[in-house]
């Protein structure tokens, strides 16, 4: 995920007060060790004022200046930032446990429950153990399969309403999302949520807000801007309406779980005494897994419910936010590339009507036009890292504790290792060795190594089903007066970097047999 930083002039105005209280902890290295090349940094704010809130985009700008190893040091931090395949190679794979730490920030403190979550946990014995329940039983390839049937009645519902509304333009990026978070909250919580929209809108609110370094992650020396900060009295608010309905649903699972194993009552219409969890289809959800394992008391370290609260919330964020800005991206391209739209419609119209099925398995071309999404807009513009001690990296110093940051959307656009990088063309990886799985350092978008992402299989079971089917179901166009290269295709500041504006398109049905 990416992390932003929100400096303004007017937000530099308020923090003039606090410039003398750190102007006696300022003072340039003197050690005489060599660091990466960068601009020259002003007293305090060190390159704060070079950083917008697009940041792998200022990154960029400023990396053709100096280098793709570059320090910038934002407040009192030192911030490494790589922008080639090369030193990214060196930094997630030869050296990966050395950067195998997550850089802390007040807000994911607050919203992962003290680094509870998988991504968020500091690189020790409970991060290894939290990942291997994540990708042997969480995201196991059995378990995203079993939420199938879900995926299926949640596109159809899309479609459905996609279909009531044809006639006039919809606003296809907030149906996408909605029909992601329903989709993310019966794979976890299965029956068991009463309040799903609610709860929906808190985790989006709060996931929005995380996005960001606050000021107290600058300056971590300063005790009074971390309780002056305004955005930790947000998050916490948040996070007791979170508490409230998550606590609740926990409570609720592990009431069912008991009248299953004593037998009684009847959780269900068809009163089936074979259920082995609260999934909408007799099966476990993702709270009934982590209740089992809990119970198991196998754990080298216990799980309570922050925890499991931790790693739900971001999974709902993997599940929804990643997944949902993909597919809105694509839409945005294929309206922007008429002839690549018309390939894949092609194709999905073709394979769907010849085997009557709605499998997505055979959808060589559509795989392309979403590994090319994938390439030209990464869900991860900006891998996060942090120093564990201090090291050297293509031979300059790196100190210990310094966040570092692989800019991989400059990556994925650099004109040294891909041809005419702003055009969108799937057809680059026909035939073309190319992976997701990080072994490919010029193209990065789920990461790499030991913290590449663990819900890969996840995210693109959710993206492919609903982009077929879009495309299967519907013929596209922009609203009269709104041409291709009018569309806006700037980036939300954000953890994903989704789509600045939402995406509002005609959708005229096609006639078919699986709607």
């Not at 039983?137 to 459905?160: H, M, P, T, W």
């Not at 333009?169 to 029956?191: D, V, Y």
């Not at 194993?261 to 999934?279: A, F, I, P, V, Y």
């Not at 754990?299 to 936010?321: C, H, R, W, Y």
Request: glycine content about 6%; hydrophobic content about 40%.
């Amino acid at each position: 995920m990416d992390l932003y930083f929100p400096f303004s002039f007017t937000t530099f105005a308020l923090f003039l007060p606090f410039v003398f209280l750190f102007l006696t902890k300022w003072k340039k290295s003197k050690d005489g060790k060599k660091l990466p090349p960068g601009p020259k940094n002003l007293p305090i704010i060190g390159h704060m004022h070079l950083v917008s809130s697009l940041p792998h985009r200022s990154f960029r700008v400023l990396a053709k200046i100096y280098g793709p190893l570059m320090h910038l040091k934002l407040g009192e931090t030192s911030t490494i930032v790589v922008s080639s395949p090369k030193i990214a190679k060196e930094v997630l794979k030869t050296q990966d446990p050395t950067f195998a730490a997550r850089p802390g920030t007040l807000a994911l403190e607050i919203i992962s429950y003290n680094h509870a979550a998988i991504s968020f946990s500091p690189y020790d014995d409970y991060w290894r153990q939290m990942r291997r329940i994540c990708i042997l039983e969480l995201l196991s390839a059995k378990q995203v399969k079993s939420f199938g049937s879900i995926r299926n009645d949640e596109v159809l519902n899309l479609v459905k309403s996609i279909r009531s509304s044809a006639g006039k333009p919809i606003n296809l990026t907030e149906k996408i999302i909605s029909t992601m978070s329903a989709t993310t909250c019966r794979a976890a919580f299965g029956k068991v949520c009463k309040d799903k929209e609610t709860l929906i809108k808190i985790m989006s609110k709060a996931l929005a807000l995380s996005g960001g370094f606050d000021l107290a992650d600058l300056f971590p020396s300063s005790k009074m801007l971390k309780t002056l900060s305004w955005n930790k009295l947000k998050l916490l608010a948040m996070r007791r309406k979170l508490d409230e309905i998550l606590d609740g649903i926990i409570e609720e699972h592990k009431e069912n779980l008991v009248k299953m194993s004593n037998g009684n009552g009847e959780l269900d219409q068809t009163g089936d005494s074979k259920r082995k969890g609260n999934g909408e289809f007799g099966n476990e959800d993702l709270v009934d897994v982590f209740l089992r394992i809990k119970e198991s008391g196998e754990l080298q370290f216990p799980i309570d419910n922050d925890k499991i609260k931790a790693v739900i919330s971001e999974m709902f964020s993997a599940g929804t936010e990643s997944s949902s800005s993909t597919i809105n991206w694509t839409m945005a391209e294929l309206v922007r590339n008429p002839s690549v739209m018309a390939k894949a419609q092609a194709e999905v119209r073709e394979t769907f009507n010849r085997r009557k099925t709605t499998d997505t398995q055979n959808l060589k071309y559509l795989k392309l036009v979403i590994k090319e999404t994938l390439r030209i807009h990464s869900p991860l513009p900006l891998i996060p890292r942090a120093s564990r001690e201090d090291c050297e990296v293509n031979g300059y110093f790196i100190p210990a504790n310094a966040k570092v940051f692989v800019n991989t959307w400059e990556i994925g656009r650099d004109p040294k290792y891909w041809t005419n990088p702003e055009s969108f063309q799937p057809e680059r990886f026909e035939n073309n060795p190319i992976d997701l799985t990080g072994n490919n350092f010029e193209y990065l978008p789920f990461g790499s190594g030991r913290r590449i992402c663990p819900g890969l299989t996840f995210g693109l079971t959710g993206v492919e089903l609903p982009l077929a089917q879009l495309l299967y179901n519907f013929d596209w166009k922009l609203p009269e007066g709104i041409n291709p290269d009018d569309l806006n295709m700037i980036e939300n500041s954000g953890m994903t970097a989704s789509r600045k504006e939402d995406l509002y398109l005609f959708a005229d049905p096609y006639p078919n047999d699986f709607s």
